[in-house]
C-alpha cells in the first residue's frame, strides 16, 4: 500500500534553531498538506499546498512557517526561529484530488529545547 | 465553542462489548464527516468516512443527524486491536481542511 514518508521521524532542536522538516507524498497525489498535534491535544491544520503554492493556510502558520516542493517528489516544512512552543508532532499528509481522503504519515516529533 | 466537542473518555469495556462514541460540530456548513483512529504517538488512519444515510463497516457502524449536527460511531463485538483514540473529523467540502475533535479514548480489557 502506497505511503507517505516523513523524516526524520524525531528532531530535537535549540530554540531560535531553524528546522526542515521532510515528506514524501504518495507519488500520483496532488494535494499536500501540514497538520500538527501538540502532545495530548488535537490535531490541527497548518497549510495545504497544491500546484506549486498555498491554498490555504492557518492561523498558526504564520511567517515563520513556510513549505517548499523543491523538486518532484519532496514537499518540506520549514520554521525559521523555533519556539518552545512549537514542540509538536508533526504530519504530513497528501491525497488524490479533492473529496478524496487523506493518507497520512507517521510524523516528525519536533522538540524545542 | 469548539467547532468538534467529542467525549475524551476513557470509555474502558470488556471484549465483545458494544461501545457508541458521539460527537458534535459547530458549523452548520460541513459536508464531509469521518471517523479516524488513532493509535498512541501514530498518525491519524482513516476508519469510514460518515454519510448521510449512515453506514455500516463490518463490526463499525456510522450515523449522522445533519439537523443536530450530530454524528455516532458504534461498536460491536469490541475487540482488543479495537484500543485507541477515535477522532471525529469534518470539513466543509472536498480540499478544505479537515476539523479535528480531540477524540474519545477507548480501552477494550480482556
Known sequence: ?113 | RKEVEQDPGPFNVPEGATVAFNCTYSNSASQSFFWYRQDCRKEPKLLMSVYSSGNEDGRFTAQLNRASQYISLLIRDSKLSDSATYLCVVSNSGNTPLVFGKGTRLSVIA
Open chain 1, 1 to 113: 500500500e502506497p505511503e507517505v514518508t516523513q523524516t526524520p521521524s524525531h528532531q530535537v532542536t535549540q530554540m531560535g534553531q531553524e528546522v526542515i522538516l521532510r515528506c514524501v507524498p504518495i507519488s500520483n497525489h496532488l494535494y499536500f498538506y501540514w497538520y500538527r498535534q501538540i502532545l495530548g491535544q488535537k490535531v490541527e491544520f497548518l497549510v495545504s499546498f497544491y500546484n506549486n503554492e498555498i491554498s490555504e493556510k492557518s492561523e498558526i502558520f504564520d511567517d515563520q512557517f513556510s513549505v517548499e516542493r523543491p523538486d518532484g517528489s519532496n514537499f518540506t516544512l520549514k520554521i525559521r526561529s523555533t519556539k518552545l512552543e512549537d514542540s509538536a508532532m508533526y504530519f504530513c499528509a497528501s491525497s488524490e484530488g479533492t473529496g478524496w481522503s487523506y493518507t497520512f504519515g507517521s510524523g516528525t516529533r519536533l522538540t524545542v529545547v
